[in-house]
Each structure stands twice: as structure tokens, then as C-alpha cells.
């Protein structure tokens, strides 16, 4: 089974909306973390947000939000207000107990549309 | 700027052929990770280390092997290259050794396999 699911490879939304990009994780340990990453078409990976899977408030980062729903096993990147330059993909990640392996999934292209 | 370096920026070689890859994390950060990032492999984990130890290992290839020296900049030896080794291979660097949470990419090195 995949550790992270990304099941949408495209999406679209319009500037100043606000965007949902879906991610589900299978793990069977109790501690372990989450990440989304952006990746613009220039190719760095820049760190957006971080979930632990103890932390009972769900992660806020400016315009980034983690919907995280452990008993759904879903750690869902919530993008307000986007903007032309959120253009990228992104990455979903989750880091496994205490082994440090790092998982990544495939990725979700949004374009944002003025 | 992530404050971590990658060099070459570049590189083309042939197969068969043996190639080091460098890092330098952030100031001040103890961990660098190497990540492949193919088109039909998506973005692995291959090898954490962590104050010049070994400290998890992901998808590394026995051709591969990497370390990190004393001053903590590290370097990710690729030998007897294949066509598919060809991919963008990313270092990153965070403070902590366990559970570390924010990871800092570099630039990333391209390599290409002819």
C-alpha cells in the first residue's frame, strides 16, 4: 500500500479563492509527522507547513492550513486567498515513527487562474 | 535562498561512470537527507545523516553510498551510473537529528546518464 496518497494530479482554482489539496497516509505507528512541500517550475522544494500526529490544533502557517483528521488518516493542505505565484506542485509527505524514513507522494499540480 | 548548497548544479556523464555529488546544510543544522526525484519514480528518500552518522536510510541503491564529514557538508558518491539514475538529486538540512520537522532543500543537482 502507498504511504501518502495524492489522488488529484490537477487542479485548478481561481486567484483569491481558496483551495483544498487532499492527502491520505497510512502508517500503523503512533508517532510520525506530516509536511507539505511546494515545488515551483524552477525546481526547488520549499517547506510550507508540519503536523505532528500528537499536535491537537491543526498547523497554521499564513495562508497555509493543515486539515488534519487522524481517524481518516487525511492531512489535507488548505491554500486562502490563493495567488498567481501558488502555481507550483505540491507535495505531501509524512515522515514514519521514530525511524526518520520520509515518504512523499506524487504530487498535486494547481494553477491558479486569474 | 534555503541556505543550503548543492554543487554541481549540473552534471552529465556517461554509464558506467562514477560522480560525487556535494551538500552544505544551513548554518547551525546537524541533519542532511538525500532525496531522488525521477519522472517515473517520483521523490524517494535515500539516506539521512545526522552529525556525521548514519542515522535512516530509505531507498539507496547499493552503487550509492553518501557521508557527511566533519564539518557537516556531505556527499553522495553514484557509481557504475545507468540511464535511470538519471533524476534531480536534492540534499536537505534541518536542526535536529529525530523528528525533525523543517527541512531545508537545495537548489539540486540535475544528473544526467547518457
Known amino acids: 500500500a502507498q504511504k501518502i496518497t495524492q489522488t488529484q494530479p490537477g487542479m485548478f482554482v481561481q486567484e483569491k479563492e481558496a483551495v483544498t489539496l487532499d492527502c491520505t497516509y497510512d502508517t500503523s505507528d503512533q508517532s510520525y509527522g506530516l509536511f507539505w512541500y511546494k515545488q515551483p517550475s524552477s525546481g526547488e522544494m520549499i517547506f510550507l507547513i508540519y503536523q505532528g500526529s500528537y499536535d491537537e490544533q491543526n498547523a497554521t502557517e499564513g495562508r497555509y492550513s493543515l486539515n488534519f483528521q487522524k481517524a481518516r488518516k487525511s492531512a489535507n493542505l488548505v491554500i486562502s486567498a490563493s495567488q498567481l505565484g501558488d502555481s507550483a506542485m505540491y507535495f505531501c509527505?509524512?515522515?514514519?515513527?521514530?525511524?526518520?524514513?520520509?515518504?512523499f507522494g506524487t504530487g498535486t499540480s494547481l494553477t491558479v487562474i486569474p | 535562498d534555503s541556505g543550503v548548497t548543492q554543487t554541481p548544479k549540473h552534471l552529465i556523464t556517461a554509464t558506467g561512470q562514477r560522480v560525487t555529488l556535494r551538500c552544505s546544510p544551513r548554518?547551525?543544522?546537524?541533519?542532511v537527507y538525500w532525496y531522488q526525484q525521477s519522472l517515473d519514480q517520483g521523490l524517494q528518500f535515500l539516506i539521512q545523516y545526522y552529525n556525521g552518522e548514519e542515522r535512516a536510510k530509505g531507498n539507496i541503491l547499493e552503487r550509492f553510498s553518501a557521508q557527511q564529514f566533519p564539518d557537516l557538508h556531505s556527499e553522495l558518491n553514484l557509481s557504475s551510473l545507468e540511464l535511470g539514475d538519471s533524476a534531480l538529486y536534492f540534499c536537505?538540512?534541518?536542526?535536529?537529528?529525530?523528528?525533525?520537522?523543517?527541512?531545508?532543500f537545495g537548489p539540486g543537482t540535475r544528473l544526467t546518464v547518457t
Open positions: 548554518s547551525g543544522d546537524l541533519s
Open positions: 509527505a509524512m515522515r514514519e515513527g521514530q525511524g526518520n524514513q520520509f515518504y
Open positions: 536537505a538540512s534541518s536542526r535536529g537529528g529525530l523528528a525533525a520537522y523543517e527541512q531545508y
